[in-house]
Nanobody, 122 residues
Framework: QVQLIESGGGLVQAGGSLRLSCAVNGRTSSTYWMGWFRQAPGKEREFVAT????????YYADSVKARFTISRDNAKNTVYLQMNSLKPEDTAVYYCNAASSSTTSVQGVDSWGQGTQVTVSS
């Protein structure tokens, strides 16, 4: 089990950018596929992006492709989500996750962070 601590959320205008960070405590982050999900009020938690152990393989939800970039620094045990061209519909709580294999489903996740709020104003 690992502890995941997100940071970097906040309020931004549409078209702006934010960078989320996820610090991994416990086992070395390179053991896991890492990723991000998000949950808007009244909606189910949905997949955003995931990155493989060596940072070569990445998958994105269609809704964020070409706007968001996931990356990781295994030496720092940290995962990042660079979010550009933000839209009001990106408003949600963003959750970092760790998984033993690639997953786009909440059922495939082993560990969750506490979440960080991202609010995009129009």
């Amino acid at each position: 089990q690992v502890q995941l601590i997100e940071s970097g959320g906040g309020l931004v205008q549409a078209g702006g950018s934010l960078r989320l960070s996820c610090a991994v405590n416990g086992r070395t982050s390179s053991t896991y596929w890492m990723g991000w999900f998000r949950q808007a009020p009244g909606k189910e938690r949905e997949f955003v992006a995931t990155i493989g152990r060596s940072a070569i393989t990445k998958y994105y939800a269609d809704s964020v492709k070409a706007r968001f970039t996931i990356s990781r620094d295994n030496a720092k045990n940290t995962v990042y989500l660079q979010m550009n061209s933000l839209k009001p519909e990106d408003t949600a709580v963003y959750y970092c996750n760790a998984a033993s294999s690639s997953t786009t489903s909440v059922q495939g996740v082993d560990s969750w962070g506490q979440g960080t709020q991202v609010t995009v104003s129009s």
